[in-house]
């Protein structure tokens, strides 16, 4: 497949890298063709350019570049992507960290508003009866992802998701029911509309 | 501890048996007392009764019921919650699937929407450069999910997350961006605030 990487950050260096040795021809495009050039030279197999002659090139166009450059990239393009493919890998952070677009409260936030003097957690709602039932999949504990701005309550979540079998994940303070909610509905896409099993969950893994 | 349940449905009898099995006092609560009451009979060592007295009865108070109920329950409440601790496992659905509370736009319906000729899809938000540099974790691989209304673009992303080593995971159409920007969020909560580790990444797992 012919590659346009867009951006030339670490993740499009990595995928343009990883792509060309998968043996398709990637091509960098940068707003300054010097700079995807640049990137090419380092990277064998592939070439570099503007991002109107990467668009130009491609059948399919790796989108890795931040959300506030989407605008300038958009006007630059203009209909250069008509018809192909846009692999559009953007998170749209604002400098905080929260989500630019959309993810402005959560029912977790209204109930801790609601309830100010409990110890409100956000917990196990991307969690389905049948991971409550058996919590290990391939030996593996599923996680249980829990926030709250309130010590007590994540100590004692944790005890009651062990109890449970799960493993349990801080996930930070309570406004990040705004991205815990998405993953519960995240879950339901998956297990009612799209794969049509319910016996799905989330394990966060890593190496230390 | 002694454990309120709020809710007499499947996940709430679920984690008010294992948690009475592993030793909780627990007390079911529902509007209907009787309701509670029937559950309590079914599981050996709780007990039921309205939501003001399981909530007078606690320590932590489970708050598994639909959204739509919250204003309600709140009501009967009141206080009863004060000082305690409340676990949260609401997803706030709309009867469309969608999230009743915030998540009303994404990014990549925004770039969908601009390039509407191009067949865009999201992906590859939510997986840091080391998981691309090895996507297999204990001998798994890193799930990839992707979402698009173009089946050109489907068949495409699948091949080239193939090409990376990771698992490709259809997340359904493009409007589900709203579901993996948070996911990428929440990977930068994780990897940055939270547990100081980029080399983590999410596993869908299942049983057949």
């Known amino acids: ?56 090139f491609c059948e399919a166009a790796l989108l890795a570049i931040p959300w506030y450059a989407f605008t300038d990239i958009e006007r630059a393009i203009g209909e250069g992507l008509d018809g192909k493919i846009v692999i559009d890998c953007i998170n749209p952070l604002k400098s905080s960290g929260s989500l630019a677009i959309g993810h402005k409260w959560s029912a977790g936030e209204e109930i801790a508003r609601t309830w100010h003097r409990a110890k409100v957690v956000k917990a196990f709602n991307h969690i389905h009866v049948k991971t409550f039932e058996n919590p290990v999949y391939d030996g593996k504990k599923a996680t249980a992802f829990y926030c709250s701005n309130d010590d007590d309550a994540k100590t004692a979540i944790v005890q009651l998701a062990a109890d449970l079998g799960l493993a349990p994940v801080d996930a930070g303070p309570i406004k990040n029911a705004r991205l815990l909610e998405p993953l519960g509905a995240l879950w339901m896409q998956l297990a009612f509309k799209l794969h049509h099993n319910t016996d799905l969950a989330f394990l966060l893994v890593d190496r230390e």
Chains 1, 2 share one sequence.
Not at 1 to 19: N, Q
Not at 20 to 48: C, L, N, P, W, Y
């Open 1 to 56: 497949m012919k590659i346009a990487i867009i951006g030339t950050g670490s993740i499009g260096k990595m995928l343009g890298r990883k792509w060309a040795e998968a043996g398709h021809e990637v091509m960098f495009g940068s707003r300054e063709a010097v700079r995807a050039q640049a990137v090419a030279a380092e990277i064998a197999g592939t070439m570099g350019g503007g991002v109107v002659e990467a668009a130009a």
